[in-house]
RNA sequence: GGAGAGAUGGCCGAGUGGUCGAAGGCGCUCCCCUGCUAAGGGAGUAUAGGCUCAAAAAGUCUAUCGAGGGUUCGAAUCCCUCUCUCUCCGCCA
């Protein structure tokens, strides 16, 4: 969420940056929506100051209990009760204008960072660097390379048929060594974080509730992404809009959402991230650092057709997420920090894999600066995601009111940040494929044989 | 799932309808005292928002005592719903 005060005092500047990221903002719906929120509101408080007056005088009148006063009081009563129909009917406006303008504000996506590059889609990514063990780049195979179907299913220990009995499309079912190396990957990214790069090892739920996907910017906006499970308790909640309009009088973070029910999480972003979620944390704690390895679910209902075959894109997929709460300042400094650990990862792997920088239209809703991590797929010919780091700053964080007190002992945002470290089953798919070999079989990378009681390869 | 107890500021804890944003204590900050330290004395110490203001500072108003709703001129206090924590019972990995 922006800073509604940006909005009200650079609300151009605001517009071009979003501009950028093809977002068009209704600056005359914002502009009407504030000039009526300023004289409702203004109205409200001014009846407010009347009514506690009033009280007021009433209470000490009580207090005196003369019997003079009993004329007074009534006077007063009397003289309340307009007031406090206008009021009525004043709150009743201003919440709703209130709750309006919030869900306004939620679905305005992050400004983009000044280096980030212009751009509406994928096409203006920008390569920053290339990496591969030796100079020449991937490997060159002298056999024409297989799909990671193909390898897992010849070995036997890949099935979607299965997979697809007991579920349906985009599922995945492995076994024996197959298994075990997707084990093993997740387990050696777990170690590297915890032990070389200083990040706590975390375990943490995988159904979270909808203010925490609210606090890390999926709702909501994208609950299509998300699969949800209701837990019928007390059947239908009662007046929930006055609830929620009540709750904006008061001007506190508040969702137009359903309580009671639980979201599959997309990512471990979420959990982690909302970790810090209506928190005031201490200077010296920062930076916090965290890690996990947690089933990833999504629904990906908008992109049928794409990458069907195999593993690339599933509703449950495995992943081992880094994330950094970070002091203001330091937030670009651990953004590039956490990237090099997410590289880290796929040079002691050995996978060929380039970094990429997403322009302003291809980023996340959340994101101020992304970076993409992509490895090298011999069977595509082509670099695939399989990573995406991101800055947020303090867009979360303000959902979240997730702060820390400056040395002045004043609270504010902290900046987020987050990424894969890595997608452990796109990871696998690339292990099979660049591991392959012309037998069928497949090579266990080294760093893993610890992981894998020391075989050195799947054979068929 | 059943029965009961509870939720107040950074922390502990008082407060059952009236000037309470909230006593007292601890902690923290500043000042005084003091060879040093300890002890002692004084002052301050929530968050968010509106308005005034060119801005800052400041002032002023509003809201907030787990969350939401209700009763009332007035709610931390009374009523309803929910969430969470604790104790006991049941069930379970």
Not at 60 to 79: M, S, T, V
Not at 149 to 160: A, P, R
Not at 343 to 352: C, D, Q
Not at 408 to 436: D, F, M
Request: hydrophobic letters at 35%; proline letters at 4%; glycine letters at 6%.
């Amino acid at each position: 969420m922006l800073d509604i005060q940006l909005l009200r005092t650079d609300l151009k500047s605001i517009v071009g940056h979003l501009a950028k990221r093809g977002f068009a903002l209704d600056i005359k719906r914002f502009n009407d929506m504030e000039t009526q929120r300023k004289s409702i509101q203004t109205n409200t408080q001014e009846l407010q100051a009347t009514r506690n007056h009033i009280s007021r005088e009433i209470g000490q009148l009580r207090a005196n209990g003369n019997n003079k006063n009993n004329k007074k009081i009534e006077e007063l009563l009397h003289q309340t009760q307009k007031n406090l129909s206008c009021l009525k009917e004043s709150e009743r406006t201003l919440g709703e204008l209130q709750n309006e303008l919030q869900q306004f504000l939620e679905e305005i996506p992050n400004l983009p960072h000044n280096s980030v590059p212009n751009g509406l889609d994928g096409i203006s990514n920008q390569e920053i660097r290339r990496w591969s063990k030796g100079e020449k780049g991937p490997r060159i195979f002298d056999f024409i390379a297989k799909d990671h179907v193909s390898i897992g299913e010849n070995l036997g220990l890949l099935d979607f048929e299965t997979a697809a009995k007991l579920s349906g499309a985009r599922f995945t079912f492995m076994r024996g060594g197959l298994a075990r190396l997707h084990r093993a990957l997740s387990q050696f990214m777990l170690d590297i974080h915890t032990q070389e790069h200083g990040y706590i090892e975390t375990y943490v739920p995988y159904l979270v509730n909808a203010e925490s996907l609210h606090g890390t910017g999926q709702l909501p906006k994208f609950e299509e992404d998300l699969f949800k499970i209701s837990r019928k308790k007390n059947g239908n909640k009662n007046d929930t809009a006055t609830q929620i309009s009540q709750d904006r009088i008061n001007q506190k973070s508040s969702l137009p959402l359903q309580e009671g029910d639980w979201y599959l999480i997309p990512t471990s972003e979420v959990p982690l991230t909302n970790f810090v979620r209506n928190k005031i944390v201490t200077i010296k704690s920062l930076p916090i650092r965290l890690t996990a390895h947690t089933p990833c679910f999504r629904a990906e209902s908008g992109s049928y057709g794409k990458d069907t075959r195999g593993m690339i894109r599933q509703h449950q997929f495995d992943k081992v997420e880094l994330v950094q709460i970070v002091h203001p300042e330091k937030s670009y400094e651990a953004l590039e920090q956490l990237v090099g650990h997410a590289e880290n990862i796929l040079k002691k792997l050995e996978l060929p894999y380039r970094v990429m920088i997403l322009c302003a239209g291809d980023m996340g809703f959340s994101a101020a600066k992304t970076y993409d991590i992509e490895v090298w797929l011999p069977s595509q010919n082509t670099y695939r995601e399989i990573s995406s780091c991101s800055n947020c700053e303090a867009f979360q964080a303000r959902r979240m009111q997730a702060r820390f007190r400056n040395p002045g002992g004043k609270p504010e945002l902290l900046h987020t940040i987050n990424g894969s470290g890595l997608a452990v089953g796109r990871a696998l798919v690339a292990v099979l494929e660049n591991y392959q070999n012309a037998d069928g079989s497949v090579s266990i990378p080294e760093a893993l044989r610890p992981y894998m009681n020391m075989i050195n390869r799947l054979n068929i």
